[in-house]
């Protein structure tokens, strides 16, 4: 697992690795430090998935506004379950790291009032290195 740390400037070099990815099971957590709030992603070849796992009572507050936040264009909402029975938000973003980082930034400010300045953490499995 790989772990960097920086702000939402760098949310769109991580989409990047993402899409980069050769291995489908690849996926990318971002974290907002300090706090239980992160977004989880992972791709195929058609978008960018957004998961949101209503597991704690801290995410199960934020599903209103992420059902509300899946709303917006260019992205689309279903609802799933884990093998344990835990329910999932999926929020298909476009496969373009581009506007994936957008919608991204967008999310992480409109649920978690994450400022610009605010420190992240990058986590990643079977992502390709960060371009140094």
Do not use: W, Y
């Not at 990047?16 to 239980?36: K, Q, Y």
């Not at 957004?50 to 506004?65: G, I, S």
């Not at 999932?88 to 496969?95: A, E, K, Q, S």
């Not at 300045?117 to 290195?129: I, K, N, R, V």
Request: with cysteine; net charge negative.
């Amino acid at each position: 697992m790989s772990k960097t740390a920086g702000t939402v400037a760098d949310v769109e070099t991580h989409m990047r690795r993402l899409l980069e990815a050769t291995d489908p099971h690849a996926f990318l957590v971002i974290s907002v430090a300090g706090t239980p709030h992160f977004l989880q992603f992972n791709a195929s070849k058609a978008a960018i998935e957004l998961d949101f796992p209503l597991v704690t009572a801290d995410q199960r507050a934020h599903e209103k506004a992420f059902r509300q936040f899946c709303r917006g264009p260019d992205l689309s909402l279903r609802e799933s379950s884990g093998s344990d029975g835990s329910r999932f938000l999926d929020c298909d973003l476009p496969h373009d790291a581009h506007r994936a980082a957008e919608i991204a930034r967008q999310a992480l400010r409109a649920l978690f009032g994450v400022a610009d300045s605010a420190p992240l953490t990058f986590e990643g499995e079977l992502l390709p290195p960060v371009a140094a």
